[in-house]
């Protein structure tokens, strides 16, 4: 695990996410988590005991057991939201997170949630 700073996770995180349309910022079960209507993003700082800096996202089909097979020291089956397919991904890894990549892991969460106007927008426009 790096040595990195659980706030400045979360405030790169929640730029990533108020980039997309019409989001919103709320606290879920204690941590800042992002909507599209409904919850496509959620921090998770060291749930439970874990002790991992985390975002657990909604992922397209299949997408949870792609990643996870491939990396599974980054990505993992996330409790409660896991069953549904949601995507968790470590971001306290040695040598720091890959901006990018949160960046295409939110957007797919957002694609998967968001209604398909702003679906539409955000191909048009961009994140």
Known sequence: MSDVDPDVLVERLRAVCL???E???????GSPSWFVRRMFV??????HGDPHLSLWAAAPEG???EMVA???????VPPYVGHRGWLGMRLDVA???????IREV???AYRCTA?????AQLETHGP
């Open 19 to 21: 980039a997309l349309p």
């Open 63 to 65: 997408a949870q057991a």
């Open 95 to 101: 040598g720091g997170p890959d901006w990018d990549e």
């Open 106 to 108: 939110v957007t797919d």
């Open 115 to 119: 209604p398909r106007r702003l679906v």
């Open 70 to 76: 491939a990396e599974p020291d980054r990505f993992f």
């Open 23 to 29: 989001v919103t910022e709320k606290i879920s079960h």
């Open 42 to 47: 959620s921090w998770v700082g060291r749930h």
